[in-house]
């Protein structure tokens, strides 16, 4: 088969665990990508991405005949396996969650092939990927290095928990790997499920309740519950966990090394609640940097890779760029599971067909749904809103001068990004100068816990003047200390100590966005913006312009911005 003469599309796949997704690329350029939870409004919904495949599918005006391949993005034989010997391993306490797996594994996670072949009603090849693979290759085939180390990290794929590799041109080869039981994602996850957050989904309000304590149980962490090897893996110290053979995390032996029982969703945050998380995160931060410090000492890359859910640590991320020997470090946008629909699909049409690499230079990751004045007007109608419609100049004008005004405003624009960020067509933004917009968000609009941080997202140009960077950061993966003469210019995007979530804004990355910033500053001498994603807590980032508005009018946003349409609230 010719494939100059024709397109060639594969679709990747990822579901049934956490943040279900699909994504599609035609010779090998990435044509849409989008989680399930968008379309279904369930948050990391591990359903079959069905919404999110005909999503894909619309988007780029094809049905499933036309697709040469569809792959799974990890092997649920090998899954199965690992869970099979598990349970034997530990029985007969595993004898419960053995039922419940077993239950799940042979009504859907077995059949997943038959699954794809019915609902897409698809006759073609249907491949599976492995999940480190998967992850590996959603952060190297989007970079723009021709060589890099690769390092991936998460709760668990099949067996892995954790490995590195090498990337280079068209081709990755995984050289090491951490396996299950012993994972820095589940060590984290104990943590999540300690502090009465749920596994999966508050993993960065740990990260986010950390900055609040003192890492006064780091000792005790580095002592009992792991055995930190010179290559940066872990030896988990099983007694105090329960993830491996129940339906919890921890035991009875962990509540009483860190002094009590598990913390109740509706419990308040004690002291030592805020100094618990302030040492996983300082324990997480030491064993990715030991990690990375291993690959670069086998590698001697002078790029590095991340992906897995880990990658999205945005601390540890920081304290990376500032501390490792590696020069250039790029994040999966989308490093969850999410990303592994992506990275499966990449890696087929790489390291399978052998294609020749397409440097994206950078990953776009506007990837998701987008909608016309007309679709937007059709809608609007419906709601008690009034809306006025303006050019984009105008738009941009009239909107920097609400947000100086102190308005808090949710911006709809284009298509949708990938990943877990809002970076700047589904966001909340509001004036950084007010210190008091923090807690207004947080209270009114958002309805969340009061110590979650607010991202700051800043012109590229002025980002080195007001944030400890020298490399950009678009999309927001990196945390970083603001620089404290610039700490009062912005303070409702500043943490407790005294770092940020930056987002980098460049105009080729996004126009629009990078013109609202450059009026905001014109008017207010100010280049940053307070970005924050476009939901409430509980719910996924808006993806229709129904989710936007009925986000606008349930909360205490001011002004709801939507394509070229501004709407405020009262009768039609």
């Known amino acids: 088969m010719d494939r100059k003469i024709r397109n060639f599309y594969i679709l990747g796949i990822s579901c049934f665990y956490h943040d279900s997704a699909a994504a599609l690329i035609k010779n090998g350029e990435i044509i849409a990508a989008a989680q399930e939870e968008r379309f279904t409004r369930v948050k990391h919904d591990a359903s079959f991405p069905i919404n999110a495949i005909n999503y894909c599918l619309n988007e780029a005006d094809i049905h499933p005949e036309d697709i040469d391949y569809i792959v799974f993005y990890e092997?649920?034989?090998?899954?199965?396996?690992?869970?099979?010997?598990?349970?034997?391993?530990?029985?007969?306490?595993?004898?419960?969650?053995?039922?419940?797996?077993?239950?799940?594994?042979?009504?859907?996670?077995?059949?997943?092939?038959?699954?794809?072949?019915?609902?897409?009603?698809?006759?073609?090849?249907?491949?599976?990927?492995?999940?480190?693979?998967?992850?590996?290759?959603?952060?190297?085939?989007?970079?723009?290095?021709?060589?890099?180390?690769?390092?991936?990290?998460?709760?668990?794929?099949?067996?892995?928990?954790?490995s590195y590799g090498i990337g280079k041109d068209n081709k990755i080869e995984i050289i090491k790997e951490m396996r299950f039981p012993h994972s820095l994602g589940l060590l984290y996850s104990a943590f999540t499920y300690y502090l009465g957050f749920k596994i999966n989904n508050g993993e960065y309000k740990v990260m986010g309740l950390a900055p609040y304590g003192k890492p006064r149980y780091y000792d005790r962490i580095m002592n009992e519950l792991i055995d930190l090897k010179s290559d940066g893996s872990i030896q988990l110290n099983l007694k105090y966990f329960a993830f491996h053979y129940g339906l919890k995390m921890i035991n009875r032996r962990f509540a009483v090394l860190f002094g009590g029982p598990s913390r109740k969703p509706d419990e308040p945050f004690t002291e030592r609640h805020k100094d618990i998380a302030a040492s996983i995160q300082k324990a997480t931060e030491t064993i990715v940097l030991k990690m990375a410090d291993y690959v670069y000492q086998e590698t001697k890359i002078k790029n590095l890779c991340l992906a897995g859910g880990v990658a999205l640590n945005s601390v540890a991320n920081g304290k990376l760029l500032k501390k490792s020997r590696f020069d250039n470090i790029y994040v999966q946008p989308a490093a969850t599971d999410a990303g592994g629909a992506l990275g499966a699909a990449l890696s087929v049409w790489y390291n399978t067909l052998k294609n020749k690499r397409i440097y994206m230079g950078r990953e776009n990751i506007y990837l998701g749904p987008s909608f016309t004045d007309e679709e937007i007007v059709s809608v609007l109608k419906q709601y008690p809103v009034k809306y006025e419609k303006y050019t984009p100049d105008q738009l941009v004008k009239r909107t920097a001068k609400l947000l100086a005004d102190g308005r808090i405003v949710g911006w709809f624009q284009g298509r949708m990004e990938w990943g877990p960020r809002a970076l700047g067509n589904r966001s909340i933004l509001a004036d950084p100068r007010r210190a008091e917009m923090k807690d207004k968000i947080n209270k009114y609009v958002k309805h969340r816990e009061a110590f979650r941080p607010f991202a700051p997202a800043v012109l590229s140009e002025y980002a080195e003047e007001y944030f400890e960077i020298e490399n950009e950061s678009p999309w927001m993966l990196f945390t970083v200390p603001v620089k404290k003469e610039k700490q009062k210019k912005i303070p409702a995007v500043v943490h407790i100590d005294g770092s940020a979530r930056v987002q980098t804004v460049s105009e080729k990355d996004n126009p629009l966005f990078h013109q609202l910033l450059k009026e905001f500053y014109k008017i207010t001498g100010i280049p940053v913006l307070l970005n924050t994603s476009f939901n409430i807590k509980g719910q996924p980032i808006v993806c229709f312009p129904e989710n936007a508005i009925n986000t606008f009018l349930k909360t205490g946003l001011d002004i709801l911005v939507i394509n070229n349409y501004i709407c405020r609230k009262g009768d039609k």
């Open 75 to 162: 092997n649920p034989f090998l899954k199965f396996e690992r869970i099979l010997f598990t349970n034997i391993a530990t029985f007969p306490k595993s004898l419960q969650q053995f039922l419940l797996a077993t239950k799940s594994w042979i009504k859907e996670k077995l059949w997943v092939e038959s699954i794809i072949r019915e609902r897409l009603d698809y006759d073609g090849e249907v491949l599976f990927g492995k999940h480190h693979l998967s992850h590996m290759a959603s952060a190297f085939y989007t970079s723009p290095f021709k060589k890099s180390a690769i390092l991936t990290m998460d709760g668990v794929g099949e067996w892995a928990t954790a």
